[in-house]
C-alpha cells in the first residue's frame, strides 16, 4: 500500500492532470481550428514555437518558467495583482507551466482531426444557414470525437507524468506542489526502493489502464481513427 503522503502525492498529479487537460482542450480547440484551416505567412514558425515542448529538455522549459514567474519576472506582478504568495511554487505555477508543456500533446490531435474534415459539409451547412456553433456541435464535434479523444488521454498522461517542469517551478510542497513524479524521486534518492517500486508501480497501472481505455475506444464501430 501506499503511504498517506504518496496517496496525496498522486491526488496532487491526478488534480493537475485534470485541471491542464481542461484548459487545454478549451484553449486548443479554437487554436488547432485556426492552424487546420488557414494558410498564412510566419505559420510555419507559429507552429514549431508551439510545438517546442516536444523536443526542448524540461530542465530548460522549466528554468525559463522559473524565471517568469517568479518574483522579478512577470508572474510576480501576477502574484501581487491577485494578492497571491507567489505563482512560482504553488499550484497554480504548477497549471501554468503543464499548460505550456503539454499543449502539443492536446494541439496536435485536434489539428489533425480537424484537417481531416470535409470542407463541402461545412460549406454546405453555411450556406444553409447554420452558424458557426451551430457547425461546431453538429458537424465538426461528432466527426473529432477520436482526435478529442486522444487529445485528453494525452494530455492528461502527459501531464501526469511531468517530473523536470514540475520540480523546477513547484519545487515539493506536500499537498500543493509534490506531485507523484517528484515523490518518486524523493524516495530513489533516499535509497527507499520499496515505496517508490509501489508508487511506480501504480503509475505503471493507469498509465496501461489509460492507453488501453484509448485504443479499446478507438476500435469501436463508428468511431473514425
Keep these: 500500500m501506499l503511504s498517506d503522503g504518496d496517496w496525496l502525492a498522486l491526488w496532487v498529479s491526478i488534480k493537475l492532470a485534470l485541471v491542464t487537460t481542461g484548459l487545454l482542450l478549451l484553449i486548443c480547440s479554437p487554436l488547432a481550428w485556426w492552424l487546420a484551416r488557414?494558410?498564412?505567412?510566419?505559420?510555419?514558425?507559429?507552429?514549431?514555437?508551439?510545438a517546442l515542448p516536444l523536443v526542448l529538455p524540461p530542465s530548460?522549459?522549466?528554468?525559463?518558467?522559473?524565471?517568469?514567474?517568479?518574483?522579478?519576472?512577470?508572474?510576480?506582478?501576477?502574484?501581487?495583482?491577485?494578492?497571491?504568495?507567489?505563482?512560482?511554487?504553488?499550484?497554480?505555477?504548477?497549471?501554468?507551466?503543464?499548460?505550456?508543456?503539454?499543449?502539443?500533446?492536446?494541439?496536435?490531435?485536434?489539428?489533425?482531426?480537424f484537417a481531416a474534415l470535409e470542407r463541402d459539409q461545412l460549406e454546405m451547412a453555411s450556406l444553409a444557414g447554420a452558424r458557426p456553433l451551430d457547425r461546431f456541435f453538429s458537424l465538426v464535434l461528432p466527426q473529432s470525437r477520436a482526435g478529442y479523444a486522444a487529445a485528453a488521454m494525452l494530455g492528461f498522461a502527459h501531464t501526469l507524468g511531468e517530473f523536470g517542469v514540475v520540480l523546477m517551478i513547484g519545487g515539493s510542497l506536500p499537498g500543493e506542489t509534490r506531485v507523484a513524479s517528484v515523490a518518486l524521486y524523493e524516495h530513489v534518492e533516499a535509497g527507499d526502493y520499496a515505496n517508490g517500486h509501489r508508487l511506480a508501480l501504480v503509475l505503471v497501472i493507469m498509465s496501461v489502464v489509460m492507453l488501453w481505455a484509448l485504443f479499446r475506444w478507438q476500435r469501436r464501430p463508428g468511431v473514425t481513427p
Excluded: D, H
Design 38 to 50: 488557414r494558410r498564412l505567412p510566419g505559420q510555419a514558425l507559429l507552429e514549431a514555437l508551439l
Design 60 to 113: 530548460v522549459l522549466g528554468f525559463y518558467l522559473l524565471l517568469v514567474l517568479g518574483p522579478e519576472g512577470p508572474g510576480g506582478w501576477l502574484a501581487r495583482l491577485f494578492e497571491l504568495r507567489s505563482l512560482a511554487f504553488s499550484f497554480t505555477g504548477l497549471v501554468m507551466g503543464s499548460l505550456i508543456y503539454s499543449l502539443p500533446f492536446v494541439l496536435q490531435p485536434l489539428k489533425n482531426a
